[in-house]
């Protein structure tokens, strides 16, 4: 709870310095190397922001409103909004099975949230091109599974039990919440989430989630 409180208390001098800088950038006379340093404060700050913003996901997620979704629906809008992502777009074939007439009750933010940081991380696990392949099916005792795989890199035995970890990461560039803020909702709902990896062969994910009744 400290440390939630105190990363929302530095995200509002932090938007106070970025928008400071950005007033001075269209304020003052332009010379090449302030505006370079400009830039890089402005670029930090989005970074500091957006690291901010995920912790808070993970260490206090916020109530939300839950509602009864269409799996299938929700699926396949988050699936289509992240095939036009760069991360995505020209470099990975995805390829999808999805059962119909699946309801489960979440905060629509939330799944999305759990859904792409799932494709994303499957992304980077690509180095060049490869693939996706997504699978819904039901399960017995009101249950329903996602499985995402990617043909990625994998990972490493003696890190399996570590990537729900926060700030657990082995990439250059990353903060290692991703999977972190993944678990913690879930938790929030009574999910749960599995992992399978073979390295230089690739990883499944599979959200195994409580199915609910269609509205009426």
């Known amino acids: 709870e400290m440390a939630a409180g105190l990363a929302h ?14 007033l001075l950038r269209e304020e003052v006379r332009y010379n090449a190397g ?22 808070l ?13 269409d799996l299938a629906g929700a699926l396949e809008e988050t699936v289509e909004l992240f095939e036009k ?13 999805i059962s119909r007439g699946v309801w489960v009750a979440m905060d629509p933010t939330h799944l999305r949230q759990v859904l792409w940081n799932l494709l994303n991380n499957a992304a980077e696990a690509i180095k060049n091109s490869g693939h996706i392949d997504i699978h819904m099916e039901p399960l017995k005792n009101r249950a329903v ?8 890199c994998g990972i490493a035995p003696g890190n399996i039990q570590s990537i729900f970890n926060p700030f657990f990461t082995t990439k250059a560039d990353g903060t290692g919440l991703g999977l972190s803020i993944v678990h913690s909702i879930l938790k929030s709902y009574g999910n749960r989430i599995e992992v399978q990896s073979v390295v230089n062969r690739g990883t499944t994910f599979t959200l195994r989630l409580k199915a609910t009744d269609s509205p009426t």
Request: net charge positive; glycine share 6%.
């Open 85 to 97: 992502d760069l991360a995505c777009y020209g470099k990975i074939l995805v390829t999808k099975l």
């Open 34 to 55: 302030q505006d370079k340093l400009m830039l890089i404060i402005l670029r930090e700050a989005d970074r500091l922001n957006a690291l901010l913003s995920n912790f």
């Open 145 to 152: 599974a996602i499985r995402i795989t990617d043909d990625g």
């Open 57 to 69: 996901l993970f260490a206090r997620p916020p109530a939300g409103k839950v509602q009864q979704i």
């Open 9 to 22: 208390e530095i995200k509002n001098p932090l938007a106070s310095i970025a928008g400071s800088i950005q």
